[in-house]
């Protein structure tokens, strides 16, 4: 059984450049989760997927952006990157359950390291 | 405002020395709290998750227990191989977003 998995690994890009990042769900899953980890800090919320639908926002620009698609995969979009954009992104997919997804474990995909230069 | 707590920041352990490691939170209303642990560079690896206070769960040497105000990650006669940071993360009510806290790194001696 496959895991979440992310695309590419590692990424280097420029400032002011955009960035699009990958995931699959878990098998069975249907939610999608992005979170932004800085060096020596906690995953940060960027935004959940479900349904195709952007269903909740953290504290981050207009400048992330996302997408669902119909068997469940995600992107990730950054525009005009920042310095302060370097970090770890990880996607975390779950199933909605009856809880409609606000009871259901999160699982992590191994991340992709992006560096803005 | 919703919030987490770890605590210590890092900790240093001989094999077998037996240790716990803390989440406090504050959120209004809570759904679910969840352990996770990383290794460096790697994305968060599932442990535990809890949803009401009494409730505990067990994993070979790993117990986490749940209180109404924090919860505690209890590590018995680790091993080198348990060398990671932890991370504890809260499910508020009403809402689909985890809150992390910025994870306990621990380091095992053999």
């Known amino acids: 059984d496959a895991g979440v998995t992310q695309s590419p690994t590692h990424l280097i890009k420029t400032r002011g450049q955009q960035v699009t990042l990958r995931c699959s769900p878990k098998s069975g899953h249907d939610t999608v989760s992005w979170y932004q980890q800085a060096l020596g800090q906690g995953p940060q919320f960027i935004f959940q997927?479900?349904?195709?639908?952007?269903?909740q926002r953290g504290n981050f620009p207009d400048r992330f952006s996302g997408h669902q698609f119909p068997n469940y995969s995600s992107e990730l979009n950054v525009n005009a990157l920042l310095l302060g954009d370097s970090a770890l992104y990880l996607c975390a997919s779950s199933w909605a359950g009856p809880s409609g997804g606000l009871q259901e474990t999160q699982y992590f995909g191994p991340g992709t390291r992006l560096l803005v230069l | 405002e919703d919030q987490v707590t770890q605590s210590p920041e890092a900790l240093r352990l001989q094999e077998g020395e037996s240790s716990s490691l803390n989440c406090s939170y504050t959120v209004s209303g809570l759904r679910g709290l969840f352990w996770y642990r990383q290794d460096p560079g790697k994305g968060p690896e599932f442990l535990f998750t809890l949803y009401s206070a009494g409730e505990e769960k067990e994993k070979e040497r790993l117990k986490a227990t749940l209180t109404k105000k924090e919860s505690f990650l209890h590590i018995t006669a680790p091993k080198p191989e348990d060398s990671a940071t932890y991370l504890c993360?809260?499910?508020?009510?009403?809402?689909?977003?985890?809150?992390f806290g910025t994870g306990t790194r621990l380091k095992v001696l053999a």
């Open positions: 997927y479900y349904e195709e639908e952007e269903r």
């Open positions: 993360a809260v499910q508020a009510s009403g809402t689909y977003k985890y809150i």
